[in-house]
């Protein structure tokens, strides 16, 4: 009887697996089309792993275990080495292929509503209306575009009214004018050039405040260290067109674009643009901001910045902050360039000093409040705060900001 409930159990279950299997490939993945595709080969694979263990009084127990073939395995992680040459966030994942592998002509939208679009466009030139005429410039010479305020009027219009409260009868509405206009960023330095001699003199002055902060983000190479390559629309009232020689300003005479994507053909309003550029392999720069506590110890527990270095990078690393030394009184602070009444860490390396290191196996870099570099070795980048370990169990209030900016090595 045993034998025979086996088999009948052998037979029910290769009638039922392939069919489950069907089903669940189907749930899967199932074509635009709606058919779904048959079983997999190896769907018989799972009949090898069912095992019959008799019971006592004549009962029947099953083990079904993935056959060995059929178990996926997750690809091993390869060590850090300190010379691999990977850079940081330049992975694609599945369904975004590498750029290399897109069709020519690929372009990324960023859109103003922040979402991110990926295709070709379904046309071969693009009509610009320039002062000079219009010009048509075929889409394969285009590197990217940017539509301007003229194509985003809720944008303009709240500019606009920014730069009017300037010269507002309320002081604390003219002070929140002036730090939304400030955090545009200087791309906005032509529009309010216009105003530069406007007849208010709190709002010439205030322009003039203005200005000088964004003169000043401009020679601060840290000023966007959050910004990455989404750098928000154009500031400028006509549109922008860069091409493999030149750029050109005016009105793009398209109102609407047909975008070839992976979801088949889509319709985008130039409003709805923010800007677009062709998809390239080249490596983009890295822009982060990290927190450095005393926890983050030299040689103990540094902190990860996740940002990994190619030999040749530059890296750019603006730091401030306090951290209070508790153990030498609460009156010794250390800032990222170290407690100057604390001792030396080790040779000329103050106490409390913000460091640096490539790799596992790296030299410490005497980071402090400002430093630039070229790394000389591939790896992970850490940063840490220079304590003897047996103060590891001491209070240390406080936390170093550090901004890190990675220019790719040509």
Known sequence: MQRILSLLLLLTLAAAIPAFAQDGQARRAVPADGVAPPPPADAALL???????????????????????????????????????????????????????????????????????????????????TEFGRLVVPIDSILSFAPGLNAHPVLAQRI?????????????QRDVAQAELISFGPGLIDEL???????????????????????????????????????????????????????????????????????????????????????????????????????????????????RLNRGDRVVIRAEGQITMSPWGNNAIATPDGCGQCGNYAGNIMMGSLLGRVGDSGSDILVGSNHTFTADRSGTFYLSFALQPNWGRQQFPGKFTVRIRVIPAQ
């Open 47 to 129: 009949l090898e792993s069912v095992e019959v263990i008799p019971g006592g009084n004549g009962t029947v127990a099953m083990r079904l275990q993935p056959a060995a073939e059929a178990v996926d395995e997750a690809p091993p992680v390869a060590p850090d080495d300190g010379d691999a040459t990977t850079a940081d966030g330049g992975e694609e994942s599945a369904e975004t292929p590498a750029a290399d592998e897109l069709p020519e002509g690929t372009m990324r939208f960023h859109l103003m509503d922040g979402s991110i679009l990926t295709g070709t466009l379904a046309i071969d030139a693009l009509p610009v209306d």
């Open 160 to 172: 606009d009214t920014l730069i009017e409260q300037l010269a507002s009868p309320n002081a604390a």
């Open 193 to 307: 050039l216009q105003h530069a001699e406007d007849p208010d003199d709190e709002r010439k002055l205030r322009i003039a405040a203005v200005l000088e902060a964004f003169y000043d983000m401009q020679s601060d190479p840290m000023a966007f260290d959050d910004a990455g390559d989404e750098k928000g629309p154009s500031l400028t009232r006509l549109d922008q067109v860069v091409t493999d020689g030149f750029t050109i300003a005016g009105a793009i005479a398209i109102p609407t674009f047909e975008i070839q994507s992976k979801f088949g053909m889509l319709t985008v309003n130039l409003g709805d643009i923010e800007s677009a550029g062709i998809v390239t392999t080249a490596i983009p720069e890295v822009r982060r901001t990290v927190e450095v506590t005393a926890t983050d110890m030299t040689r103990v527990a540094e902190k990860n910045t996740g940002i």
